[in-house]
């Protein structure tokens, strides 16, 4: 019975913990994440205009600005941003021009060895820079190409936390399932702890205990030897006399 209050106890106990924790989150994670996410969108969806509204020619290069210069020709383009890299040294973004309407800012991870680009308009779209000029342009393009799929899956995140929201709102108030099984048994355990002389906190009663010990034990009056009985009876006025 011990051992089923306990276990009902510390399924009330993470009841309970669980249940601060979906406060928590209808309060604040929430409410935060929801706008969060909801700003990624009209920020994706912004910079997905601002491309559209850089195009590149038919078969050409819409061109890039680098440290001031325009360049309209891919390979002259590719080498200056690669040039421009060298004089970048830590993490600390530096920007470097511009290319389709979004601001350039180039950092050095030193750990991995190599450059990092970031193209910043309302969100920042990252690629890592590789030693082929023509090949850095095209990393770049296809960074700026996946702003669609990024914008589906916020809205597939955004969904999920509607839906997490909504859960929690249909489990937080809920009571302890077992409520009435923990009083039950709590209120049985506290009769047999009385009933076996222990208090609340399963320590043995002293004043019960000393009373116990000063009893007489009768399975040690059993085990004692009865002594013999004596033969011979002493005369009635020996007796009278002792008497």
Same mark, same amino acid.
């Given at each position: 019975?011990?051992?089923?209050? /306990? =276990? *009902? ?66 390979? %002259? ?9 060298? +004089?970048?040294? !830590? ?8 290319? =389709? !309407? ?14 990092? *680009? ?7 779209? =990252?690629?890592? #820079?590789?030693?082929?000029?023509? !090949? %850095? #342009?095209?990393?770049?393009? %296809? ?6 799929? =990024? ?27 077992? +409520?009435?099984? #923990? ?5 049985? *355990? ?9 208090? /609340? ?19 040690? !009056? ?7 009985? /004596? ?7 020996? +007796?009278?006399?002792?008497?």
């Amino acid at each position: 019975m011990d051992v089923e209050v /306990s =276990r *009902l106890k510390l399924m009330k106990a993470d009841h309970q913990s669980k249940q601060y924790r979906l406060e928590d989150q209808l309060l604040k994670h929430f409410p935060e994440e929801i706008e969060k996410h909801k700003g990624f969108i009209q920020g994706l969806e912004t910079d997905m205009e601002t491309l559209a509204a850089h195009p590149h020619p038919t078969d050409g290069f819409t061109g890039m600005e680098v440290r001031g210069d325009t360049l309209t020709d891919k390979e %002259n383009a590719g080498a200056a941003l690669l040039d421009a890299c060298k +004089e970048v040294k !830590g993490s600390d973004p530096v920007q470097v021009g511009s290319y =389709r !309407g979004f601001a350039m800012f180039v950092t050095f991870d030193a750990f991995q060895k190599e450059y990092m *680009l970031q193209l910043k308009g309302r969100m920042t779209h =990252r690629t890592a #820079l590789g030693a082929d000029p023509r !090949g %850095n #342009l095209t990393r770049i393009d %296809n960074a700026l190409s996946q702003m669609p799929q =990024r914008l589906e899956s916020v809205k597939v995140q955004l969904d999920n936390l509607y839906q997490q929201q909504a859960a929690a709102k249909e489990e937080v108030g809920k009571a302890f399932p077992y +409520e009435e099984e #923990l009083r039950v048994k709590n209120a049985r *355990l506290v009769e047999l702890d009385m009933e076996l002389n222990m208090d /609340s906190k399963g320590q043995s009663r002293p004043e019960a205990a000393i009373a116990k010990r000063e009893r007489p034990s009768v399975l040690e !009056g059993l085990k004692r030897p009865i002594p013999p009985r /004596s033969m011979e009876k002493k005369p009635r006025q020996q +007796e009278q006399e002792a008497r």
